[in-house]
């Protein structure tokens, strides 16, 4: 087995929003913000080499929205997925599956694209499976008023239409290594119903792909929770129980969205759960 970050590109978000009712004053000193109040955001993917698998896990926001909605996220820096898979030998036509952690559309986004002709859209991943899960996909297609910007149709109605799609079984206590996909899977509730942390067995190390369970670094105290999340104190209690375990087991954390700090692990003390080290991908994966 191999493992590649792939960088879908980066943008800005408003720190009070990803930080939820913690004061500026404590978030800025991790998360340092520009002068409208935005921090760095990352959107790095993880892909997963495994014999004739090739299994892509998130696929950032894509390139198909307006230059007005890609203004209100304040794109940054020149990475790309496509640009990102060549940098590390692969095309995205080489992806067998792409797994999905949650529909929220920086996550899934660049699953779709337009055609040819810009008259509709087509999958950007023709020869692989789609993955979600049954309770999130019914979640996403009929959103509540709080997610509803965040699941855009133009993201979700074309995978269903595809033939692409395919769904997991899930376990809500523990997480499951899924025979198909070759990696565990834990769901959790706080941020949206249903969303999936994939926990990938590694050269003897497990490497668990954070998406929004822990955004960033900042993230790790438990009363940081984002304001985005539609359960926050159920999201602090499933924090609690996976930073713990994370500590206890030494599992290797992989920020998806923390542009700064690519994996960290985590050590218990006596304020609770606190950040141990942080490596790159490369001082992980190789």
């Known amino acids: 087995m191999n493992l590649y970050p792939i960088k879908a590109g980066n943008f800005k978000l408003d720190g009070g929003a990803m930080f939820g009712v913690v004061p500026k004053v404590l978030w800025n000193k991790t998360n340092p913000a520009d002068q409208n109040n935005l921090i760095d955001i990352a959107a790095r993917c993880l892909l997963i080499e495994d014999g004739e698998k090739l299994t892509l896990i998130d696929s950032g926001m ?26 590390k030998g692969f095309h995205r036509d080489d992806i ?25 859209y087509e999958l950007a991943f023709k020869n692989a499976k789609i993955w979600s899960n049954e309770e999130h996909w019914q979640w996403a297609i009929e959103p509540n008023a709080r997610e ?53 067995e590694y050269k003897g190390k497990t490497i668990v792909f954070m998406a929004d369970l822990l955004p960033t670094v900042g993230h790790i105290p438990l009363p940081y929770v984002m ?6 104190l159920l999201t602090l209690d499933e924090k609690k129980l996976f930073l713990e375990n994370a500590a206890t087991n030494g599992w290797y954390l992989f920020l998806e969205h923390d542009a700064h700090n690519e994996i960290i692990t985590v050590r218990h003390t006596e304020k609770g759960v606190r950040l141990k080290e942080v490596f790159t991908c490369y001082e992980i994966f190789n």
């Open 148 to 200: 509803k910007a965040s699941f855009l149709k133009e993201n979700i109605i074309p995978i269903q239409e595809s033939g692409q799609l395919n769904f997991i079984s899930r376990t809500d206590t523990s997480f499951q290594k899924n025979s198909e996909l070759g990696f565990g899977v834990l769901f959790v509730n706080g941020h949206t119903e249903k969303q999936m942390i994939p926990h990938i």
């Open 96 to 120: 067998t599956d792409v797994f999905i952690t949650h529909l929220h559309f920086d996550h899934c986004g660049g699953v779709v694209q337009w055609n040819n002709a810009r008259t509709g």
């Open 62 to 87: 894509g390139d198909k929205q307006s230059e007005k909605f890609f203004s209100h996220y304040s794109l940054w820096g020149n990475d790309s997925l496509d640009a990102s898979l060549k940098e």
């Open 227 to 232: 304001g985005y999340d539609t359960r926050p």
